[in-house]
Nanobody, 124 residues
Framework: QVRLEESGGGSVQAGGSLTLSCAVSEWPVNTWCLAWFRQRPHMNREGIATIYWHLGTSTNAYWAEGRFNIARDIPKKSISLQINPLMPADTATYYC?????????????????WGEGTQVTVSS
């Protein structure tokens, strides 16, 4: 059974940095891309950054350029998201997800498997 588990969330001060991790077990056969999403209070889930697992290339949402960096660790079969510097508006639940579709990899509707999320709270 495919399982994703996020870790690394917590309460941090604005201006600091945080690295989230996503461990994956039982990978889908046709994994195409993995991504980080977040859901802020009272808002829709939004795509932050995606990485094409077999290609190793990545794409950020336009608003996430500069502060968010997605990376993969092939031996550990995991991905990470570094956020630097953090802002209060980054307060959200952060999710990682896997898609087996060769479609828009920053669109939540295209994802097949999700983790439970990890909470990030940024104080000013």
């Amino acid at each position: 059974q495919v399982r994703l588990e996020e870790s690394g969330g917590g309460s941090v001060q604005a201006g600091g940095s945080l690295t989230l991790s996503c461990a994956v077990s039982e990978w889908p056969v046709n994994t195409w891309c993995l991504a980080w999403f977040r859901q802020r209070p009272h808002m829709n889930r939004e795509g932050i950054a995606t990485i094409y697992w077999h290609l190793g290339t990545s794409t950020n949402a336009y608003w996430a350029e500069g502060r968010f960096n997605i990376a993969r660790d092939i031996p550990k079969k995991s991905i990470s998201l570094q956020i630097n510097p953090l802002m209060p508006a980054d307060t959200a639940t952060y999710y990682c997800a896997i898609s087996v579709k060769n479609e828009n990899c920053l669109k939540a509707a295209n994802y097949d498997y999700w983790g439970e999320g990890t909470q990030v709270t940024v104080s000013s």
